[in-house]
């Protein structure tokens, strides 16, 4: 299953990590509004970064998103 992950915050590390590790699972990119966060995870895990998950959304070797949503406290 090829993964994506919307929201590049602090808790995403620890999925994308997960999903490097997985057997069935790869990261093929990520986005995030911030582009310094998209950037910085999706060049940790080389994987193709985007500010605008609908952009990210569009390619067609997606089959599953990860939504890592930040909540206003």
């Known amino acids: 299953m090829r993964v994506g992950i919307v929201g590049c915050g602090y808790i995403s590390d620890m999925h994308a990590m997960s999903f490097s590790k997985t057997d069935n699972a790869e990261l093929v990119a990520v986005s995030d509004i911030l582009m310094d966060n998209a950037k910085r995870l999706g060049e940790k895990y080389n994987v193709a970064y ?7 959304l569009k390619r067609r070797d997606i089959d599953a998103v990860s939504i890592r949503a930040q909540r206003e406290i």
């Open 50 to 56: 985007y500010s605008d998950y609908n952009e990210m």
